[in-house]
């Protein structure tokens, strides 16, 4: 009895809501339904597009990079250019699904342009990098490989992005150099040329023959094979300090054999001065004692 009584109020709440213009459960369901259909339908085609049109995006700008590093273009405008065009080209493909799902385009260009704004006024720093990326990829003051010194930090080109540049030490350290810094300070490219000149000063006692030292280091300089004969090796008297006198010693040599060059000598012009009986100096200190009797005082 009590049962039939709920199930008639639930019946005549129905047909009151429906005679005064209410939301039924059948309203709703059919609005869902329709809304999968429709809309739902488009969100999870445009998934689907997206996630296979950046897959296709970063597969062909990979292969478009192998190609142009097999054919031996440039690695710096090889890599910068391919990673430049994934980005276009992703970003134009999430416009174009975000058109299709029937968002307007218009306002949403407006408001990413309003972001962009405020975001350019609290990032200049950041802009600035850009700029002094896009001048490094165009004027190429420097290329991936290059050996570079610069904001007192210098290695081994990496990799160079839009804002930053990533080098390695000597000592295989990582270091990431602003891009405007770098387009707006000194650069120093040791990869530049093909041949590089080593400039050692090698200092002996006083009292060493001066053209005995020279014919020394020259003899050195030309028993090693890496230096040039042309420029031929220069050796000089170039200074007299303190405690010795100095020899400037400068040779030329492909860019890839400058350390080599450069320890090589050291080592055996030391032990050509040893065995000729040159001696390295060492800081001397002459002391004069000068000895005053006083007057006995009667």
């Known amino acids: 009895m009590f049962f039939n009584l709920l199930v008639n109020e639930g019946e005549a709440a129905d047909t009151a809501a429906t005679s005064g213009g209410g939301v039924t459960w059948s309203d709703v369901w059919s609005k869902i339904v329709d809304w999968l259909t429709n809309t739902g339908v488009k969100i999870v085609i445009a998934l689907l597009l997206l996630i296979i049109s950046f897959a296709v995006i970063s597969g062909i700008t990979k292969k478009i990079y192998k190609r142009l590093h097999k054919k031996g273009a440039d690695e710096t405008l090889a890599r910068v250019g391919t990673s430049s065009a994934r980005i276009v080209l992703k970003v134009l493909v999430l416009i174009c699904l975000i058109g299709y799902l029937g968002i307007e385009t218009a306002s949403i260009s407006a408001v990413v342009a309003a972001i962009g704004v405020g975001i350019s006024l609290a990032v200049q720093g950041t802009l600035s990098n850009f700029a002094g990326g896009v001048i490094i990829i165009v004027m190429r003051p420097f290329k991936i490989g290059d050996y570079i010194t610069s904001n007192g930090q210098e290695g081994t080109v990496e990799d160079i992005k839009l804002f930053y540049t990533h080098i390695v030490t000597n000592d295989n350290k990582a270091v990431v150099i602003p891009n405007g810094a770098l387009a707006n300070n000194v650069i120093v490219n040791a990869s530049a040329k093909d041949t590089r000149r080593v400039d050692l000063v090698m200092q002996v006692a006083y009292g060493s023959d001066v053209a005995l030292v020279k014919e020394i280091i020259k003899k050195v300089c030309g028993e090693n094979e890496l230096v040039f004969n042309e420029p031929a ?66």
């Open 233 to 298: 090796p220069f050796v000089e008297l170039s200074n007299m300090n303190e405690s010795s006198l100095d020899f400037t010693v400068r040779v030329w040599c492909n860019r890839p054999d400058y350390w080599t060059v450069n320890f090589a000598l050291i080592d055996n012009i030391k032990k050509a001065f040893d065995e000729n009986g040159i001696e390295i100096p060492f800081k001397q200190l002459d002391v004069h004692v000068k000895n005053e009797i006083s007057a006995e005082v009667k």
